[in-house]
């Protein structure tokens, strides 16, 4: 097998780089990669402490990236933009059926990489323990976006994503939602700061996953709308899906919004768990802002304007106070419905874009959209 020319003893690349060798974990190297090929050996054979740095560009592989090297917690493997580069990696010329990208694997972080035009799913992230992805983006796929999945998936953080466009044509829009955290088990799962928009079915489902996930700081909107001419089209459209399959689960969500989502803005989708609902809102959605008809969801300081069946549907169970349908609530003015600063360029260190659509400067109910 071809031998990556950079893939040099740690010695010899620490001393390159007139490094302490004492800073340096044993057999750790930095690799810099420019073609897919580079890149695909980079993955499968990194090992703890391993840098893989992609240059600027976009990438074709011809068949899935995957992985099953562990970092550590102390040493993780890293996949990054090289600097402030431009990272591309491309779907189009893979098997149809494909993943772009699959770990099955500890301890990596990975970050700055669009990827773009799956086959499949873009992301998937099997059985996974401490990955962290900053400032991805998961774009036109032909499944979900983003996917945490199997047991075992423990204390992942999802950071800055911006997951959007896709759409699984064969099954007419039914499955690709931007994050995908479905059929598994393990606690310590994060989404924050992430963007998921026109997906053709949710923007987070959490379908049949048995532990509490926390999601904050998200926005989902858009979704579940036919953009694909399909004549058959089957997606749902939940901006925040947050059960499946009869788990029962107390999710976590603080501060985020759905708007303009084609089912509801946030449901259970049968999960009956104590799901935490603070301080988030839901505009616009073509159906109930908020769902929860046989969970014990527990929805505080959450504000619900102009959602097509209602701002909330709710029964017995649901513990409900300081919401803008409790009594004696009233209902903050936005300072903005036009949305379409929401898809700006994020910030310069990855936050979601400043916007004042849907604030109110109201420092007790709804999300603050930061
Ligand atoms: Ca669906
Ligand atoms: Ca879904």
């Known amino acids: 097998m071809r031998r990556i020319s950079t893939l040099t003893a740690c010695s010899v690349a620490a001393a390159s780089l007139g490094l302490g060798l004492l800073a340096t974990p044993a057999h750790a190297a930095t690799v810099a990669v420019s073609n897919s090929t580079d890149l695909s050996n980079a993955i499968k054979n990194a090992t703890a402490g391993t840098v893989i740095q992609v240059r600027g560009g976009t990438y074709y592989p011809t068949?899935?990236?995957?992985?099953?090297?562990?970092?550590?917690?102390?040493?993780p493997i890293t996949l990054t933009a090289y600097g402030?580069?431009?990272?591309?990696?491309?779907?189009?010329?893979?098997?149809?059926?494909?993943?772009?990208?699959?770990?099955?694997?500890?301890?990596?972080?990975?970050?700055?990489?669009?990827?773009?035009?799956?086959?499949?799913?873009?992301?998937?992230?099997?059985?996974?323990?401490?990955?962290?992805?900053?400032?991805?983006?998961?774009?036109?796929?032909g499944d979900s976006g983003f996917t945490l999945t199997g047991d075992g998936t423990v204390n992942n953080t999802v950071k800055n994503l911006d997951s959007y466009g896709n759409y699984d044509a064969a099954t007419h829009g039914q499955n690709a939602d931007g994050v995908a955290i479905k059929f598994g088990s393990g606690t310590g799962n994060r989404v924050t700061g992430a963007r998921l928009f026109n997906n053709s079915d949710d923007g987070i489902d959490l379908w049949s996953f048995s532990s509490p996930v926390t999601i904050e700081h998200t926005w989902s909107f858009g979704n579940g709308k036919n953009r694909w001419g399909d004549l058959a089209f089957e997606g749902n459209g939940n901006g925040f899906k947050l059960g499946g399959n009869?788990?029962?689960?107390?999710?976590?969500?603080?501060?985020?919004?759905?708007?303009?989502?084609a089912g509801n803005g946030f449901t259970e989708n049968s999960d009956t768990g104590a799901i935490v609902i603070n301080r988030t809102t839901a505009y616009a959605n073509a159906k109930w802002g908020y769902y929860f008809a046989t969970s014990s969801a527990k929805l505080g300081r959450n504000l619900a304007v102009g959602n097509g069946s209602g701002q909330v549907g709710k029964g017995s169970k649901v513990t409900s106070a300081g919401n803008n349908w409790d009594s004696g609530i009233s209902t903050p003015s936005f300072v903005s419905t036009d949305a379409s600063t929401t898809y700006n360029a994020r910030t310069t260190d990855g936050s979601l874009p400043t916007t004042t659509f849907l604030t109110t400067g109201s420092t007790t109910i709804g999300a603050t959209m930061n």
């Not at 068949?63 to 040493?75: I, K, V």
Request: hydrophobic share 35%.
């Open 63 to 75: 068949a899935t990236l995957q992985s099953t090297a562990n970092g550590t917690s102390s040493s």
């Open 84 to 141: 402030s580069e431009t990272v591309k990696i491309d779907g189009s010329s893979l098997p149809s059926g494909s993943w772009i990208f699959k770990l099955t694997a500890d301890y990596w972080n990975v970050s700055g990489i669009t990827f773009q035009n799956s086959p499949d799913s873009a992301v998937v992230c099997q059985s996974c323990t401490g990955t962290n992805w900053n400032n991805i983006k998961t774009v036109n796929g």
């Open 246 to 261: 009869g788990v029962t689960v107390a999710h976590v969500v603080n501060n985020s919004a759905a708007w303009d989502n």
